[in-house]
């Protein structure tokens, strides 16, 4: 079974401060790796991907990808209360796409 | 405005009635997924299409069933036979996965159907 971790809980922080999200996932054949963020009720809209090792930035948004570590994570910098939602990593090998169970973001004013 | 349409949004069954929920998309995607969302839980596979007339099951199709008889729909059934259908029910859409594995797929998704069981 291909399985996708995420620390569900909430997790805190200030306004201003950065959030670190974390992801693992098991399969190693995993390529493409994407973060959604969702609003309570909503449905989830995907802010960030990445297929490469390192980082890759988007205005306030990082991600990093380590394949040899099988580990995602998302930093989100100057963290405004609007951040404050539940965080999914989705891994996709092929025609399978996995999502973990996310993870819920309180930014605090 | 492109985008993936779902319909209902609130839905509510008795028990032993079979329900459709409604998904379409303008996206000009090959690929449409259904997915299960209970709560605290992540999102779980019913079924996915990759063309017109085919599709299959994902993880967790018992007491489902679907069509793709055009390229913009894809509709789901909870049947009476699925015993716990009361979730938040998600439909998605993606370009077909490369050749080369996952690239350029991201799926998007609908604003979702909440399914209730009286």
């Known amino acids: 079974q291909k399985e996708v971790e995420q620390n569900s809980g909430p997790l805190s922080v200030p306004e201003g401060a950065i959030a670190s999200l974390n992801c693992t996932y098991s399969?190693?054949?995993?390529?493409?790796f994407f973060w959604y963020r969702q609003y309570s009720g909503k449905s989830p809209e995907l802010i960030m991907f990445i297929y490469s090792n390192g980082d890759k930035e988007d205005g306030r948004f990082t991600a990093q990808l380590n394949k040899a570590s099988q580990y995602v994570s998302l930093l989100i910098r100057d963290s405004q209360p609007s951040d404050s939602a539940t965080y999914l990593c989705a891994v996709n090998s092929g025609n399978d796409m996995r999502f973990g169970a996310g993870t819920r973001l309180t930014v605090k004013p | 405005d492109g985008g993936i349409t779902q319909s209902p949004k609130y839905l509510f069954r008795k028990e032993g009635q079979n329900v459709t929920l409604s998904c379409e998309q303008n996206l000009n995607h090959d690929a449409m997924y259904w997915y299960r969302q209970d709560p605290g839980q992540g999102l779980r596979l019913i079924y996915y299409s990759q063309i017109v007339n085919d599709f299959q099951k994902g993880d967790i199709a018992e007491g489902y069933s679907v069509s793709r008889e055009k390229k913009e729909s894809f509709p789901l059934t909870v049947t009476s036979a699925q015993k716990n259908p009361t979730a938040f029910y998600l439909c998605?859409?993606?370009?077909?996965?490369?050749?080369?594995?996952?690239?350029?797929?991201?799926?998007?998704f609908g604003p979702g159907t909440r399914l209730t069981v009286l």
């Open positions: 998605a859409s993606s370009r077909l996965p490369s050749a080369s594995g996952g690239a350029y797929n991201e799926q998007f």
């Open positions: 399969d190693r054949g995993s390529q493409s």
